[in-house]
């Protein structure tokens, strides 16, 4: 507890203290979905609404938030223009074209954004405005508001009249490790027990992760799930824990992202034990 | 040499356009994510612009990924973050140009004790301060390094550096950090007196 007072003895004790106190900085909990939603690639069940809260939050446009999720109908009037919002204007025109034909097609787990046709403009300044055939019915366009969405955001794929498709098996997008559901289960637990981690609270993250691994043998996350066991021994100052668990962690996953810093640690252990 | 420079973002433009192809994308945004966070950090980034600089990290590998090597991600990666990192860097640079100019109150505080993590919270923050007072060139390579583990050769080629410039910078940025962290140790020890 008292590392810094400790460091602060001589000069070298300090540099690596400062070194290693980045390797605890860690990403605010839920900002990972919060990208995924950003760059309409999928959103877990339960986060969709909170994403778009979120990013509306942080002066992201309505429609990007809204084209986030799935919603059909959004208007930007931001004057700030992110990617994001160019995107999430590119989702809600698209929807709009959608809307007009009358055909939409959900498929999947996540909201994607679609490649604009000709018949489907991209919009990129911040307001859109789409303006319907002189022929076209009145038909009334319905509002969608955030309470009314789906708990697992929905893709919407819209099929134009130039551009009519079958959605096939073949174009479901790549498997997750777990259904929708389950994967935002798994996000949530491990999310959770980071957050717990940057608390300082060693208890919880491993009850938390003792519930990750009982409910996710072989999964998408197992690998962050495990060097977050290593991370709580770490800040127990368990040594002997932190070797053992990091010598499993390499052996089962030598090339994951986490292994170099899991290498580090076990050299520490080594050091301190 | 891969090409890593990444390539400005057109208006409109969205995910399905890219041949990256989501599940890839998607399994770089759940490997990298900590990590390019942490380092875009590192790299000068200011805590409430990270988000929207990492959404430009992705947006570009969106585009570039399909055409580099799995094996030569990570570093492709953090190309991007560092171009990123270096349009986003905040601009008040409030403890730019030289250490010794830094207000006090950036290095003195009291020192908590009785919790963890808000101890490592107060050491980032001096690590914050110590990197902030380093030139861009020499703080790149060091928390490219030190910081995220990559070698000096992947460094190099990242950079676009020849290895012997990237070797000496980061000889350099060591000595610099030294001689920084000696004196927030000697300022902290006189309590945040002035010097």
Redesign the interface.
């Known amino acids: 507890m008292n590392e810094l007072r400790d460091a602060l003895m001589n000069d070298a004790a300090l540099e690596s203290a400062l070194l290693r106190s980045a390797s605890t900085d860690t990403a605010p909990a839920g900002s990972r979905d919060e990208m995924l939603a950003r760059l309409g690639l999928g959103v877990v069940a339960g986060g969709a609404a909170a994403a778009a809260g979120a990013a509306v939050g942080k002066g992201t446009s309505v429609a990007s938030a809204a084209g986030a999720v799935g919603a059909k109908v959004a208007v930007a009037t931001t004057a700030v223009v992110t990617p994001l919002a160019k995107i999430g204007i590119v989702v809600s025109v698209v929807a709009l074209g959608a809307v007009g034909t009358a055909a939409v097609v959900a498929r999947s787990t996540a909201p994607r954004v679609i490649r604009p046709t000709a018949a489907q403009p991209v919009v990129s300044t911040a307001t859109a405005r789409v303006d319907l055939p002189a022929n076209a019915p009145p038909t009334p366009i319905p509002v969608v508001t955030v309470d009314d969405l789906p708990v697992a955001a929905r893709e919407l794929h819209p099929v134009s009249s130039v551009e009519a498709r079958v959605i096939t098996k073949a174009e479901e997008p790549a498997p997750n490790a777990a259904a929708p559901d389950s994967l935002g289960r798994e996000v949530a637990l491990v999310a959770s027990a980071r957050e717990s981690l940057a608390r300082g609270d060693t208890t919880q993250a491993r009850a938390v992760l003792a519930e990750y691994r009982a409910q996710f043998a072989d999964s998408a996350l197992t690998a962050e799930a495990a060097a977050l066991e290593v991370e709580a021994a770490r800040l127990d100052h368990d040594w002997a824990r932190v070797r053992s668990l990091g010598d499993a962690y390499l052996r089962r996953f030598p090339e994951t992202p986490h292994a170099a810093r899991v290498r580090r640690w076990i050299n520490e252990a080594h050091t301190n034990e | 040499m891969i090409a890593f420079a990444p390539t400005q973002?057109a208006?409109?433009?969205?995910?399905?356009?890219v041949p990256a192809?989501?599940?890839r994308?998607?399994q770089a945004?759940?490997?990298?994510?900590?990590?390019l966070?942490?380092a875009l950090?590192?790299l000068g980034v200011a805590e409430r612009d990270?988000?929207?600089a990492?959404?430009?990290v992705?947006?570009v590998a969106?585009r570039k990924l399909g055409g580099i090597p799995r094996e030569a991600e990570?570093p492709f990666l953090f190309a991007v973050a560092v171009r990123v990192a270096a349009n986003a860097r905040r601009g008040d640079r409030k403890y730019a140009a030289v250490f010794a100019d830094a207000p006090d109150a950036e290095v003195h505080s009291d020192?908590p004790?009785?919790?963890?993590?808000l101890?490592?919270l107060?050491?980032?923050r001096?690590?914050d301060v110590?990197l902030d007072a380093m030139p861009t060139e020499l703080r790149t390579v060091f928390v490219l390094v030190?910081?995220e583990?990559l070698t000096v050769a992947e460094v190099a080629e990242l950079l676009e550096l020849p290895p012997g410039t990237a070797a000496s910078r980061l000889r350099r940025a060591r000595e610099r950090?030294?001689e920084i962290?000696?004196r927030?140790?000697e300022r902290?020890?006189r309590g945040g007196e002035r010097s």
């Open positions: 973002i208006p409109g433009t969205a995910v399905a356009d192809g989501d599940a994308l998607r945004v759940l490997d990298y994510h900590g990590i966070w942490r950090r590192r990270v988000d929207d990492l959404q430009n992705f947006l969106a990570r020192i004790t009785a919790d963890y993590a101890e490592q107060e050491m980032r001096l690590l110590a030190e910081l583990e950090f030294s962290v000696r927030i140790r902290l020890a």
